[in-house]
């Protein structure tokens, strides 16, 4: 069993959780590879897919509805939510540095009130990636979705 592990970061936020997910998987005896959404050039030596993306307004990173538009015939998908047939679902708080943003999501912090701060749960994201490997273990995923 040998799974991916990737995420479309546009901060690094997601990315961290991505690594952290990966990491336990690999000490949870799970052969994981970790890879950036662009570093990919297909899914065949893999035999699950540990798929994340930053969330803005409600929606993914181009990168990640790109890469799942495209990998939809290894992913089994034709539509990201409906038919991804994921073994589990999560959505997880992320982290916002506004000294890091750009003009325009500045704005849109500002106009929602968004809180600054590390507002991810690190046991709740290792508990996840436990489970992720007990269910591989036991030959049940195929696939999951993180976001």
Do not use: C
Not at 74 to 93: K, M, Y
């Amino acid at each position: 069993m040998r799974v991916l592990v990737t995420a479309a970061s546009k901060h690094g936020s997601t990315w961290e959780i991505a690594k952290s997910i990966a990491y336990t998987l690999a000490g949870q005896g799970i052969d994981t590879d970790v890879r950036a959404i662009e570093d990919l050039f297909g899914l065949a030596p893999y035999d699950a897919v540990v798929l994340g993306s930053a969330v803005y307004a409600g929606h993914w990173l181009k990168e990640a509805r790109t890469f799942a538009y495209n990998e939809a015939p290894n992913l089994r998908i034709r539509d990201l939510i409906t038919l991804i047939q994921p073994q589990e679902h999560r959505l997880f708080a992320g982290k916002l540095d506004k000294g890091n943003l750009r003009f325009g999501e500045k704005a849109l912090a500002l106009a929602v009130r968004s809180p600054q701060g590390d507002f991810r749960n690190w046991g709740a994201i290792r508990q996840w990636a436990i489970h992720i490997a007990n269910t591989l273990k036991q030959g049940a995923g195929t696939s999951s979705a993180i976001r």
